[in-house]
């Protein structure tokens, strides 16, 4: 309370009695949230009692389900089911890589790996393994490639400061390294799990096949095993033999979930808060995106509990299929375009649970200024900044198609990436202090841009 009191001592855009009311009104939605919250036990029930949940899969249906009992449960004007169609990829059984042999002696030699998102499983593939740092490394050696297993050490660069950079970097390795590598003849790739955990958690991930080349099976290893790998590499020729069973089955019917808090002056223009309720198959998606699932219902119960009414519609989405498809998200845009309506602003949690520290905005000058107008009234609950790095990407559809104003929640990265796409991400790995301030900031965010509009 004493930093709030010399906030608006010092802070002139909060000294006419305009700013004053919204920081009552802002701290009244924190004491909501910090003191009744119920984003943590729902947490629970999403991670525990439904699980994993990859689009297309039963518990994807039973998370469904659930967003929908729990959004009529906390406080919506209406809920509704928006379908689209999803991809239906199936891991299909334990993945496994293991060193037979190294120069020429027999080993049984164990990698802790799993296979890439939407990879093409072809049983067990035998090979000698050449490893190479990157895909200029490739190139040189692109002779040496046909009839081997690729191992890409592409790891994150350690002098960036923000993990979101590197694996924006060192991304593109699971994404289309396999077909880099089948270009050649390869018979199958590895990748470096894209982390700096030193634990030896492999972190799967989509990948993308180019039609023109061979879909080989592509795997991630654990950290561990893969600096093992690398130092293998340097002194030895050795043999690998890796199993995987991914498979495509038919596109099958998904779900938007979408729950509305209607507006009282302009029902027929939209703010659009979300996460999205889809995760893989290997963990409880806590952090990715259950997080952003409960982030979003928090934010609609406080809203209600608080008695707040909106002028403009607010709706609340869990978003179907982000991790291998992003169906969720396009099928939200294609349906408001369709119906011609008007979206404001679209505001995503998709970077997990940890301490808030600002937004990223994908938005014009003259919006990102009255953004930064705003932070003496956010500062108090932690947030530091408004970047120009864009919206996420559920909601990144709605600009490119309406032209929406775009943002997302950024939270203290540095943690992020120990349980990104890894067995690790389950609910025990969530602090309920930092869970329920990411709601916090962002509720009180959309309080600001239905109160004042862009």
């Not at 518990?59 to 999803?86: H, P, R, T, Y």
């Not at 937004?359 to 970047?387: C, D, H, I, M, N």
Request: net charge neutral; glycine share 10%.
């Amino acid at each position: 309370m004493k930093k709030l009191s010399l906030l608006l001592l010092l802070c002139p855009v909060l000294v006419n009695a305009q700013y004053r009311d919204d920081s009552v009104t802002i701290k009244k939605i924190s004491d909501e949230i910090l003191r009744n919250g119920k984003a943590y036990d729902l947490l629970y029930q999403l991670t525990k009692q439904v699980g994993g949940r990859l689009a297309g899969s039963p518990q994807f249906a039973k998370a469904i389900s659930w967003g929908k009992d729990a959004m009529e449960k906390n406080g919506a004007d209406q809920v509704f089911l928006q379908q689209c169609m999803v991809p239906h990829w199936s891991r299909g059984g334990a993945d496994k890589a293991v060193i037979i042999s190294v120069d020429g002696k027999k080993t049984s030699r164990n990698l802790d790996v799993l296979a890439l998102g939407n990879s093409l499983g072809s049983g067990t593939v035998s090979a000698e393994v050449l490893a190479v740092a990157d895909f200029d490394e490739l190139e040189r050696r692109k002779d040496e490639v046909k009839g081997k297993i690729v191992y890409y050490n592409a790891g994150f660069n350690p002098a960036n400061v923000s993990p979101f950079k590197s694996y924006g970097e060192t991304g593109i390795y699971r994404r289309s390294g396999p077909s880099r590598a089948a270009r050649y003849g390869a018979l199958g790739v590895m990748i470096r799990s894209l982390t700096e955990s030193t634990a030896n958690n492999p972190h799967t991930g989509a990948m993308q096949y180019n039609d023109s080349f061979p879909k080989i099976p592509a795997i991630a290893v654990g950290p561990r095993d893969a600096d093992e790998v690398w130092e293998l590499s340097k002194k030895a020729h050795f043999t690998m033999s890796m199993t995987t069973n991914g498979h495509f089955l038919p596109d099958t019917v998904g779900y938007n979930v979408v729950a509305e808090l209607r507006g009282t002056e302009f029902p027929d223009q939209y703010i659009t808060v979300g996460g999205h309720l889809d995760s893989w198959d290997v963990n409880e998606g806590a952090h990715d995106d259950g997080t952003g699932v409960v982030h979003t219902i928090e934010i609609m119960r406080a809203l209600k509990a608080i008695g707040y009414r909106p002028k403009h519609t607010i709706r609340f989405v869990l978003f179907a299929n982000e991790e291998n498809g992003l169906r969720g998200g396009i099928k939200y845009a294609e349906e408001a375009k369709a119906k011609n309506e008007k979206h404001l602003f679209a505001l995503e949690s998709d970077a997990g649970g940890f301490t808030p520290r600002g937004f990223s905005l994908g938005v014009s000058a003259a919006q990102l200024a009255k953004f930064r107008s705003w932070l003496p009234l956010l500062s108090p609950y932690g947030t530091a900044s408004f970047t120009e790095d864009g919206g996420g990407a559920d909601v990144g559809p709605l600009q490119r198609q309406l032209g929406a104003a775009v943002g997302e929640l950024n939270p203290d990265q540095q943690r992020y990436f120990d349980v990104h796409h890894a067995r690790s991400d389950v609910f025990e790995n969530v602090n309920k202090r930092e869970l329920l301030l990411g709601a916090v900031n962002m509720a009180a965010l959309i309080y600001l841009v239905d109160k004042y509009g862009l």
